[in-house]
């Protein structure tokens, strides 16, 4: 959604900038903007569409000056449009938001029955107003105009402001949505996530639910909304630059698909014992005693996400032996779920800022359950508000579409599952070792399924023209199909459904002709018999069908037209493996229907709204 960038400094503001707002693109947007002070004016740039129309409108127009804020705007309340592209200004104030004001209409009437006139349609607008109104009555500073208009304003948001009458100043403000602060020797910037400012700094602040913070050249101070001081350490930050870059890769998706033998190695580092047959995680925050008296998982995502908890339901109940439930989060928010003191609470997501995941997590917080953040965004709102975490080392995810993130999601809900085992007695050193010893060979089987990534592209050339593709697995491999065809949906807008193999008679058999592939996952594991049989029915009905199939099961030349081959790995760790081709197969169905894979349409990688 949104993506913020500030900077004060002795540089030129303008281009650094953009460059940050480059950096948030994948969190999707439809419109873009600047504001500049050059120490006597605020100049304002607004552009409808890419980032590049507004390089462009820079291009013809130099913004001197080395205080801003810019903006990416995804719509919300107004269209997409110029007039509706932040930053949005009233009298000598300039703001950009991501985020939503939920008692806009009543003060939009308020501050209209004023005499202000409005030019936008949006929400943020009203923020401008407030503030000068504020500033006009006398408040101090522009730290303490934020704070007065802050006090009037319901909702979840991260702000940045700035006003004519203070040029080296910006006042940022959080709550509920994203927003860190990055500290240089002399200059300071403002960012919506990390990777937007890692080129210039890896030391961060993170901003509190309800801080507003006055940001200049290398000087931060930061005091609630009621204007009291507060200290927010600065942490320094072990991604580096390079890790949001391309990096040679003509894609981030691609590049992310190829990174997830060291996301997975980097989120097993260090918490695994072997010899023992254990995990080490006591950043899970759970007493062994507690541990031993849950009487339920209860794990709550959106998206791949959930896919990856669904996988988690089969470990945590066949390893760690506790009954466990897996709700999206956006209808767990829909009903009163009966969350107790004896439930563990997952939260499963890889930006840690879910709207419909952080609330679900509130309410099971409120009604006395721990909830562990499985997250990959250090200090994410769902890291915050949760009891304990086990964050994913996969670094930053890039592509919208979600690959490296879901393989350590898999690989830390597995640790999950063998640390749960061996605390509740369901597991034996021995059963543990085994576990993990799978665990530690997935990085390398990897490697060897991207290796026939040129193979994957072939099949996709003929799932190319398919309007609609089926995907089927039993079992584990019944979240990897779900998992395949909103990959596939997500980049390359075929329309994809994954469905439970055994569920096929029940309805999509209605589908089956020779204009739709089906994808079958059926790897010689517990299920693969049905599978198969599945598969024979979809033959029998001309359906054309890949495979992701066991090496060396050549049974299966006479019943697909394509094989994807994968390793033979003990079940439990196969959906770390069979979800690789299945990324490929949708990012090549993409890049030869020429889409933009990283940001497809419609679509923002952080969703902060409901
Ligand atoms: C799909 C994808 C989304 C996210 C979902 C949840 O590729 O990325 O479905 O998984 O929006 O996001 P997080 O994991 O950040 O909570």
């Given at each position: 959604m949104c993506g913020i960038v500030g900077y004060t400094g002795p540089r030129q503001a303008a281009p650094i900038l953009v460059d940050g707002l480059r950096r948030l693109e994948y969190r999707g947007y439809d419109s873009a903007g600047v504001a500049i002070h050059d120490g006597k004016c605020l100049e304002v740039v607004r552009t409808l569409g890419k980032l590049r129309v507004l390089g462009e409108a820079l291009d013809k127009r130099t913004l001197p000056g080395n205080l801003g804020v810019g903006h990416t705007r995804w719509a919300t309340h107004g269209r997409p449009s110029e007039e509706n592209a932040h930053p949005h200004v009233a009298g000598g104030v300039a703001v950009v938001h991501n985020g939503i004001i939920e008692n806009h209409t009543a003060l939009r009437k308020e501050l209209t029955d004023g005499g202000v006139r409005f030019a936008s349609d949006t929400d943020t607008e009203i923020v401008a107003h407030?503030?000068?109104?504020?500033?006009?009555?006398?408040?101090?500073?522009?730290?303490?105009?934020?704070q007065r208009a802050l006090a009037r304003m319901e909702g979840a948001y991260a702000i940045a402001v700035l006003s004519q009458a203070e040029p080296e100043v910006i006042v940022v403000a959080r709550q509920g949505s994203p927003l860190v602060i990055g500290r240089g020797e002399d200059e300071t910037l403002a960012g919506s996530d990390i990777a937007a400012l890692l080129s210039h700094t890896r030391d961060m602040i993170f901003l509190e639910d309800g801080d507003v913070a006055e940001l200049r050249p290398g000087k931060v101070r930061v005091e609630t909304v009621s204007g009291a001081r507060v200290e927010r350490p600065s942490k320094h930050i072990d991604w580096s630059p390079v890790m949001a870059e391309r990096g040679g890769y003509r894609h981030f998706m691609l590049k992310e698909i190829h990174e997830q033998p060291e996301a997975v190695s980097a989120t097993l580092r260090g918490r695994i014992d072997l010899d023992a047959g254990d995990v080490h995680a006591a950043e899970i925050g759970l007493d062994p005693a507690v541990a031993s008296r849950i009487r339920r998982v209860y794990i709550l995502a959106c998206g791949t996400s959930y896919h990856a908890s669904l996988v988690a339901r089969y470990w945590l109940e066949s390893i760690a032996k506790v009954p466990t439930v897996v709700e999206l989060a956006s209808e767990v928010r829909c009903r009163e779920p009966l969350f107790t003191a004896d439930d563990l609470v997952v939260a499963v997501s890889q930006s840690g800022e879910t709207f419909d995941t952080l609330g679900a997590c509130k309410a099971a917080k409120e009604a006395g359950a721990h909830v562990l953040a499985v997250v990959n965004v250090l200090d994410s709102a769902i890291a915050r508000l949760a009891h304990g975490q086990l964050y994913t080392r996969a670094g930053p995810e890039i592509g919208v579409a979600s690959?490296?993130?879901?393989?350590?999601?898999?690989?830390?809900?597995?640790?999950?599952?063998?640390?749960?085992?061996?605390?509740?007695?369901a597991l034996t050193p021995e059963r543990a070792q085994a576990h993990l010893q799978a665990l530690c060979e997935v990085p390398s089987h990897m490697h060897e399924l991207l290796g026939d990534a040129d193979y994957v592209r072939s099949v996709a050339t003929k799932l190319a023209p398919a309007r609609s593709v089926l995907y089927l697995g039993r079992g584990l491999n019944y979240p990897v199909a779900l998992e395949g065809a909103l990959k596939l949906k997500e980049v390359s807008y075929a329309h994809a459904e994954g469905y439970a193999a055994g569920e096929m008679k029940h309805g999509p058999i209605a589908l089956i002709d020779a204009d739709m592939p089906v994808v079958v996952i059926c790897p010689r594991d517990g299920t693969y018999d049905k599978t198969v049989s599945n598969l024979q029915e979809v033959r029998a009905r001309d359906g054309q069908v890949v495979a992701l199939a066991t090496r060396g099961d050549e049974s299966l030349h006479d019943l697909a037209q394509h094989i994807l081959w994968l390793p033979e790995v003990p079940a439990a760790v196969l959906p770390l493996l069979t979800v690789v081709p299945l990324q490929l197969l949708a990012y090549f169905?993409?890049?030869?229907?020429?889409?933009?894979?990283?940001?497809p349409r419609n679509l923002a990688k952080t969703v902060t709204v409901e």
């Open positions: 407030l503030v000068d109104r504020a500033l006009r009555a006398g408040a101090t500073d522009l730290v303490a105009a934020v690959t490296k993130c879901f393989t350590a999601q898999l690989a830390a809900l597995y640790l999950l599952a063998v640390y749960l085992g061996r605390r509740r007695g169905v993409a890049t030869r229907k020429g889409h933009d894979v990283d940001q």
